[in-house]
């Protein structure tokens, strides 16, 4: 069974740059696309953006002029980075798989908590 | 952008009871692109229905999804205990992936 797991910093100051990964527990990321979704306290759930083994990606129009998603730092680990974060983006991230339809998500890592506070 | 509306909040019901969720979106889904997780405190969600009414592996035939259009359904037929959770909907839709604001079955 293949698992998903986010890790990263709990804590980023305002106007830094969050850095999270995701390390998959199987020999790559191919034939999948891999998203990034996140919650805030009390809000639903936002998708970020994906990237597929390619490294092609699409972002959320929302977020995508700070966020970055790049394969690595191994072939099976993907990453996030979101910019000049504000107090809006404290949330749970959660990495995830997409499912062979690519339009839902049929695994997802546990999630990991991301304060942003000076 | 397509706006999902869960109702009720809260559900509060015994085990064994029949719960019906609801999900409502903002404009009509093409090709019912629409799916439903459950998500137990502190873990990951977890896929049950998707393309609104097919079960996704392992998940018991007490889950069903109906619907279309703007109006879509999971009924769970008799809550079991491991049934008490959040539950969730989610479109996909012009390279979008929308969820809705939840909907928490609680024991009463």
């Known amino acids: 069974q293949v698992q998903l797991q986010e890790s990263g910093p709990g804590l980023v100051k305002p106007s830094e740059t969050l850095s999270l990964t995701c390390s998959v527990s199987?020999?790559?990321?191919?034939?999948?696309?891999w998203s990034w979704i996140r919650q805030p306290p009390g809000k639903r759930l936002e998708w970020i953006g994906y990237?597929?083994?390619?490294?092609?990606?699409n972002y959320n129009p929302a977020l995508s002029s700070r966020v970055i998603m790049s394969i690595g730092p191994s072939k099976s680990q993907f990453s996030l980075k979101l910019s000049s974060v504000t107090a809006a983006d404290t949330a749970v991230y959660f990495c995830?798989?997409?499912?062979?339809?690519?339009?839902?998500?049929?695994?997802w890592g546990q999630g990991t908590l991301v304060t942003v506070s000076s | 952008e397509i706006v999902l509306t869960q109702s009720p909040v809260t559900l509060s019901l015994s085990p064994g009871e029949r719960a019906t969720l609801s999900c409502r979106a903002s404009q009509s889904l093409s090709g019912s692109y629409l799916a439903w997780y459950q998500q137990k405190g502190g873990q990951a969600p977890t896929l049950l229905i998707h393309d609104a009414s097919s079960r996704a592996t392992g998940v018991p035939d007490r889950f069903s999804g109906s619907g279309s259009g703007t109006d879509f359904t999971l009924t769970i037929a008799r809550l079991e205990r491991e049934d008490f959770a959040v539950y969730y909907c989610?479109?996909?839709?012009?390279?979008?992936?929308?969820f809705g604001q939840g909907t928490k079955v609680e024991i009463k």
């Open positions: 995830a798989r997409h499912s062979g339809s690519w339009r839902y998500f049929d695994l």
């Open positions: 990237i597929f083994e390619s490294g092609s990606t």
């Open positions: 989610q479109h996909y839709g012009h390279s979008l992936w929308t």
């Open positions: 199987a020999d790559s990321l191919s034939y999948h696309y």
